[in-house]
């Protein structure tokens, strides 16, 4: 991208304005620690008057036909896939990732305004006899309220669509408050939502410096109903804790620490491209990747050759050079959190198979791989968040699924083999989501979400939309 011109302020009640107190704060490019612009810091009062033009804008939006609200989402999707490059180019600036990651990621967060689109004309209901007779039962679902959407920085487009698309859906209004490192995507999102004729108060965008206080005094507010959270599982915890002040129903898209099994009698055609695919999309910055890799012991070797082989294809680099296929990670800090991983890695006893090096600069990190790492070491217990392959040999299947299923996480996993033996495993596996004989399982149209401490409730699908839903029950006469 030349130069950013998108929004760089806060969107509260329909119009872009800066901070009360006037504050901004950097957002660098990460592949060369550049500023790319200066954006508004809200201080507690824009907080406090996004969340008044939500609670406004609520009595009449969850009012909207849903006809009207679906065709507002509708246009969102048109313009996003129309201005899919341009969002790309944005992702790719603050977020640093490769331009493959990024447009694919462009196209996703658009599919979650067309899913939900369709979604908004479909929010169920049911009738009921009782089992007495003495009364008919009437279940229907109302839009909750006000929501606070708390995004992060590995997928700044897709986790904002993700929770914007089901609440305006459900006919919620929402406060959106993105990660500070990628501030620019959620504006130029906010903006296609603005062209897309989005009434006032409906969505607005504030991003607090400092953060923490900002989001206790909106959780403290009676009007904010819902918390959609993606993050850290730590972040996570303090905010659960936070709502349950107000009983504050929310949604936790937390940390994972994703196992990928290679069974025995595996196709390894099938189980190298899927674990290309499951640990390196991204960069590797994916709370869904592959984090933990456990190869049976008939298969590693020729595993370990063929992932080099595939790994030795990935050209490091800035986004901005589209051919590039590994861009940077967001920021030092992240970076130099991976090469302190691997650095313990080799302490505890792991061996670099590739990369690992610091020869490169910046925020870049290269495609590496670690062989003989122990279950239970600290990168095999940490969510790495980088290029990292690290793989572990086994000899008996159940000590796989033994070791695949000791984790405090249970978001995503994958398992590869002979498709009856895979599925089998599969059910076995203390995961919200497992990808058989797939390295990609995210899909609009599919419930993400994990179980154990990687989060509560369900995004996408069905589900998605019920989550900025509550229910109500008619009980009348028979
Ligand atoms: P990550 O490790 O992906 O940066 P975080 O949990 O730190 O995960 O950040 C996810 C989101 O949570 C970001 O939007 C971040 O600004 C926000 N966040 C971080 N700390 C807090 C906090 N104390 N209260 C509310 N939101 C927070």
């Given at each position: 991208m030349t130069a950013y011109e998108g929004p760089t302020d806060l969107f509260i009640n329909g119009a872009w304005r800066a901070g009360a107190d006037g504050r901004r704060f950097p957002v660098l490019?990460?592949?060369?620690?550049?500023?790319l612009a200066s954006f508004a810091a809200a201080a507690l009062e824009d907080c406090e008057a996004a969340v008044d033009a939500a609670g406004d804008a609520f009595p009449s939006w969850s009012a909207t036909p849903p006809r009207e609200r679906s065709e507002l989402l509708r246009r969102v999707f048109e313009l996003m896939t129309a201005e899919a490059e341009t969002l790309a180019a944005i992702i790719v600036a603050e977020n640093g990732k490769a331009w493959p990651d990024a447009i694919v990621e462009a196209k996703y967060s658009a599919e979650f305004f067309r899913w939900f689109a369709e979604e908004a004309v479909r929010i169920p209901g049911e009738y009921r006899g009782s089992p007495s007779g003495d009364k008919r039962i009437v279940v229907t679902h109302q839009s909750i309220g006000v929501s606070l959407l708390i995004t992060p920085w590995n997928f700044p487009a897709a986790m904002a669509a993700r929770k914007i698309a089901p609440a305006l859906a459900a006919g919620c209004t929402v406060v959106l408050k993105p990660a500070s490192e990628t501030p620019l995507t959620a504006a130029f999102i906010v903006e296609l939502l603005n062209r897309a004729r989005v009434p006032a108060g409906v969505v607005n965008l504030v991003t607090p410096k400092p953060v923490g206080p900002a989001v206790e005094s909106m959780l403290a507010d009676?009007?904010?109903r819902k918390l959609s959270f993606t993050g850290s599982t730590e972040v996570g915890r303090q905010l659960l804790a936070s709502s349950a002040r107000r009983v504050v129903s929310t949604s936790m898209e937390l940390g994972g620490n994703a196992p990928l099994v290679v069974l025995p009698g595996a196709d390894l055609d099938v189980a190298i491209a899927g674990t290309v695919d499951a640990k390196m999309r991204n960069g590797g910055s994916?709370?869904?990747?592959?984090n933990r890799i456990y190869v049976h012991a008939s298969l590693h070797e020729e595993f370990l050759a063929r992932l080099t082989d595939r790994f030795l294809a990935f050209t490091l680099g800035?986004?901005?050079?589209?051919?590039?296929?590994l861009g940077a990670l967001v920021s030092q800090r992240e970076r130099d959190k991976v090469a302190e991983l691997v650095e313990t890695a080799v302490g505890e006893g792991a061996t670099i198979v590739l990369g690992g090096a610091d020869e490169s600069s910046g925020c870049f990190y290269p495609a590496t791989i670690l062989k003989g790492v122990a279950h239970g070491s600290t990168i095999n217990s940490t969510?790495?968040?980088?290029p990292v392959a690290a793989i572990v040999r086994y000899d008996d299947v159940e000590d796989a699924l033994l070791m695949a299923n000791d984790s405090e996480f249970g978001l995503s996993a994958y398992v590869f083999g002979p498709e009856g033996d895979a599925v089998r495993f599969a059910f076995r596996l203390q995961s919200g989501m497992v990808g058989v004989n797939r390295g990609v399982i995210s899909d609009p149209a599919a419930p993400f979400g994990g179980v154990k401490q990687s989060g509560l409730g369900r995004e996408g699908g069905f589900e998605g939309i019920l989550e900025f839903l509550e229910t109500q029950y008619l009980s009348l006469p028979a």
């Open positions: 490019d990460p592949a060369t620690g550049k500023l009676a009007r904010v994916a709370c869904t990747a592959a800035p986004g901005s050079t589209r051919s590039n296929t969510e790495i968040f980088g």
